[in-house]
C-alpha cells in the first residue's frame, strides 16, 4: 500500500514535468517558430480599410469565396467606396458598412458561397465539442466548419470575420454591403451569408464605434454615419503580412498551449478549446 | 414510386407547417410571455455603474458568489470605489476596473468561489455539445456549467458576466477589483476566477472603451483612466427591473425560436444554439 502510494506520487511528479515541457506558452511556441511556419498574406488579398481612428486590415479568402472577392475587387476598382461610411453597429454582432459609388464591372448579385466542397482542402482538423458543427477546424488560418455527411465546408461566424450582406433573396449579395463580426461569435449565421475575409489587425476600431441607436444597430442620423477615408488592396501598400500556418506542427503546439494553460495563474486549465478562442497569428513584415 | 414521392411532399408539407406554428420568434415568445413568467430581481442585487458615457447595470449572483457579493457591498459602503475608474480595456476579453477609497469592514482577500455544489440549484439544462463543459444550462438567468462526476456548477464566462480579478493566490480576489467580458466567450477562465453577476443593461459604454495600449489592455497613463461617476446599490433608485425566468415553457420557447430561427431570411437554420448564445431578457419596471 505504502509503495503504491510511492508509486502513484512519482507517476504524477513524472506527469507534471511532463506537462511542464510539453505545453508551452504561447509565446514560447511563436518565438521557437521557424520562418517556414509563416506564409506570406499575397498583397491583393489585404484589404486596408481607413477610419479617421486608424487603419483595419482584411485577408480576404478567394479560397471560399472566389466570386464575391472578385466583385470586391471591381467595386474598389470603379470608385464604389469612395464616400463608403459604416452605417451599422449593433453590440455584441457586428459593424456594417457600404458605399453609394458606381458599380463598374461589379454585379449586382452574385450566387452565394455559403460553402464550397471539402474536397481539395486542406483541412486541419480541431478536436472540440462543437455547438454548430460535425466538424471544426482550420484552412490557410481561417476558421472552418465541415460535415463529411455533405462534404461541405464553410468558413465560421468568429469574431474578427468579413461578410456580404444579403437580402433575403440568397444571391441578393454583392460584396458592396460588408460586415464584421464584433461579438461574440453568432455561429448560427454560417451557411446564411457569404463570408469572405477575416480582420488581421485594427478591429478595435470597429469594436469601439458607438453602437447605433436604430433597429438592428443602424445610425439612424446620416451625421453619425463613420465615414471611410480610403479602402485599398495591399498592392498599394509597402509592408507586408504573414500569416502562421495552421497546418503545421508549430500550430499544433499553440493549440495545445491554449488548451492546456501552463501558466502559474490557472489553477484548474480547461483542458479544452472552442474554434473561435483559438488564436490566428499574424506578423507584418518590412 | 410516384406515390412514394407524393407521399413525401405531403410529409415534408405537413413538417414545414409544424415548424413555423411550433418555432415562433423570440418577439412572438416574448410577446405572448405572463407576468408569472417574470421574476422581479431584488434591488439590493442590482448594482448601478455610471460612467460619464451612460449607465451600466448589473445582476448580482449571491447564490453562486456569496462571499464576494458580500464583501462588494462592505466595499460599496465603505466608499472604496468613491475615486474608482476603469483602467483596462483589452479588446475582445474583458473592461476592469478598482478603487482606491478605504476597505472598511470588507476582507483584503477571500476564499475562491469558482464554483459550488450542484445540488439543491434548480438547474435547466440547454441541449448543445459544449467545448469546455460536460453539461451546461442555466440558473436563475445566468448561464451555467456542471460537471456530474464532480457534483459542481459553476456560472460560465460569457460577454456581460462579472468577475473578481485576483492574483496568482486563488484567495487573492477581494471583488475590489472587477471586471466584464467585453468579447468572445473566454471560457478557459471558468473555474480559475470567481464571478458574481451579469451586466443586464449598458454594456455597450463598457465594450466600446477605447482599448488599453499598454500589456492586457491597460491604460498605460492616468488620464486615459474612465472615471467612474458612481457605484450604487439599486435600493438607491426607483425603477426596478425584472428577468425572465429561465425554468419555464416561455424560456423553453424562447430557446427553440433562437435554435431554430423560423425567420424568412434564413436559409439554413443551425438547429442548434452554444449557452453564450442564448438570450437572457430583462426588463425595466417603473
Chains 1, 2 share one sequence.
Not at 480541431?126 to 466548419?145: C, I, K, Q
Not at 441607436?213 to 509597402?238: A, C, M, Q, W
Not at 502559474?264 to 518590412?286: M, T
Request: glycine share 8%.
Amino acid at each position: 500500500m505504502v509503495i503504491a502510494l510511492a508509486f502513484l506520487i512519482v507517476v504524477l511528479a513524472v506527469s507534471k514535468a511532463d506537462v511542464q515541457q510539453t505545453w508551452r506558452s504561447m509565446g514560447e511556441v511563436l518565438g521557437a517558430s521557424a520562418d517556414t511556419d509563416w506564409r506570406d498574406i499575397e498583397p491583393q488579398n489585404l484589404l486596408y480599410m481607413e477610419l479617421d481612428s486608424g487603419m483595419i486590415i482584411i485577408e480576404l479568402a478567394p479560397q471560399f469565396a472566389p466570386r464575391h472577392v472578385e466583385n470586391l475587387r471591381k467595386l474598389v476598382n470603379a470608385g464604389h467606396f469612395k464616400d463608403a461610411s459604416v452605417k451599422r453597429s449593433q453590440d455584441n454582432y457586428v459593424a456594417q458598412w457600404s458605399g453609394s459609388g458606381p458599380l463598374g464591372e461589379a454585379k449586382p448579385g452574385l450566387l452565394p458561397e455559403f460553402y464550397r466542397d471539402a474536397k481539395s482542402l486542406d483541412f486541419t482538423p480541431l478536436d472540440s465539442r462543437d455547438a454548430y458543427a460535425n466538424e471544426v477546424g482550420f484552412v490557410t488560418g481561417f476558421p472552418v466548419g465541415r460535415d463529411s455527411a455533405t462534404g461541405r465546408a464553410w468558413l465560421s461566424h468568429c469574431y474578427r470575420m468579413l461578410g456580404a450582406g444579403r437580402d433575403t433573396a440568397a444571391d441578393s449579395g454583392n460584396a458592396a454591403e460588408l460586415y464584421v463580426v464584433t461579438g461574440h461569435a453568432p455561429r448560427h449565421l454560417d451557411r446564411n451569408v457569404t463570408l469572405l475575409g477575416r480582420v488581421i489587425e485594427g478591429i478595435e476600431y470597429l469594436t469601439t464605434l458607438p453602437r447605433g441607436s436604430g433597429p438592428l444597430g443602424f445610425y439612424e442620423h446620416e451625421n453619425d454615419y463613420v465615414k471611410i477615408r480610403s479602402l485599398r488592396f495591399g498592392t498599394d501598400y509597402d509592408s507586408g503580412w504573414q500569416a502562421l500556418r495552421t497546418n503545421t506542427d508549430t500550430f499544433q503546439a499553440l493549440v495545445a498551449a491554449r488548451r492546456h494553460r501552463n501558466e502559474e495563474w490557472f489553477i484548474d486549465p480547461a483542458g479544452a478549446i472552442e474554434l473561435c478562442n483559438v488564436p490566428l497569428p499574424v506578423r507584418r513584415v518590412e
